[in-house]
């Protein structure tokens, strides 16, 4: 590294995005490409990746968009062997498929002894076993490459569980686990120039919490407004807070940092409420 300017240098460099067409990550594709970033876009939904597509095309990003379950090893096997084919490398994999859904949260009416084994190991499935074989199949590439980065999206509730979603926090905190693990790996095994972090972001209003956080009138809820109590810096986050430390986690800024989770929560993880 030379100059201080460089640090955050992302161009040219070839960024798979799992969940990609979701409210955080299509963000992530947006900034990282208008920041010379060619970026591989792996989602579920062909609708929302095709509309992230054309804004994408709008902004000059370079860019592909390829369906894919991360899920279904085979299906990652295919969008690797894509991107090797249109881009020839890829350097970095952020795992951003993932999410919480009502039937796995409790409520009035809902206890945590009925909640359905069915929902939980839905949860499980798309937070832990998505990013876990998205890192198999693209971090064995880097394994052969000899560098890569990996990020992984964790939760506050892998810090400390938040009340009514059980799956989704233990599912968030083996998501953290994981990243220590698979970076001291990485780095014993292969090459120690593979980095895996994670961000946590903190409460983002978005379609997997709104029904959370909001009445049907748009006002908060009483959660909503614990949350806001309990973030120090008054607010609920945006997409755009999540961008600086995603790209310094992905850009040589950070290159002797390994294995981190870092919380972008305005605070909320620090406030012991009192
Ligand atoms: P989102 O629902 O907007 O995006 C998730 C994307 O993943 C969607 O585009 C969906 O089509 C895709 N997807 C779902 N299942 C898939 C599968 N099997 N294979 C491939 N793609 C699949 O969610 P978001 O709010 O943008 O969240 C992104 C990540 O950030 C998730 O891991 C989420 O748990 C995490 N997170 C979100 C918040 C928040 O407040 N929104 C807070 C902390 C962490």
Not at 156 to 170: D, E, V, W
């Amino acid at each position: 590294m030379s100059k201080v300017e460089d640090y955050f240098n992302v161009e040219g460099k070839v960024i798979a995005i799992t969940g990609g067409a979701g409210v955080l990550c299509s963000e992530m594709a947006r900034s990282l490409g208008e920041a010379g970033g060619k970026i591989a876009v792996l989602d579920l939904s062909e609708k929302a990746m095709a509309m992230l597509s054309n804004e994408l095309t709008e902004k000059g990003v370079e860019h592909i968009t390829i369906k894919t379950n991360v899920l279904q090893k085979n299906d990652l096997v295919r969008a690797k062997d894509e991107i090797l084919k249109t881009f020839g490398k890829i350097d970095i994999l952020i795992n951003g498929a993932g999410g919480n859904k009502p039937e796995a949260t409790t409520s009035k009416d809902k206890s945590f002894f009925e909640l359905p084994e069915d929902a939980v190991q839905w949860v499980f499935n798309l937070n832990f076993l998505g990013t876990f074989l998205a890192s198999q199949v693209f971090g064995e590439y880097f394994a052969e490459k000899g560098y890569g980065e990996i990020i992984n999206i964790s939760s506050m509730n892998a810090f400390r569980p938040l009340t009514n979603i059980p799956a989704y926090s233990a599912a968030k905190a083996a998501v953290s686990n994981f990243t220590q693990w698979l970076a001291v790996h990485m780095n014993h095994n292969y090459s120690k120039k593979i980095r895996v972090n994670a961000i946590a972001p903190g409460f983002l209003l978005t379609n997997q919490n709104r029904f959370l956080l909001t009445n049907e009138d748009g006002s908060l809820t009483q959660r909503g407004n614990q949350i806001l109590d309990h973030t120090p810096m008054g607010r609920f986050g945006e997409p755009k807070d999540l961008i600086s430390t995603v790209m310094w986690l992905i850009s040589d800024s950070s290159e002797f940092v390994n294995g981190v989770v870092v919380p972008i929560d305005g605070g909320f993880a620090a406030y012991s409420g009192v």
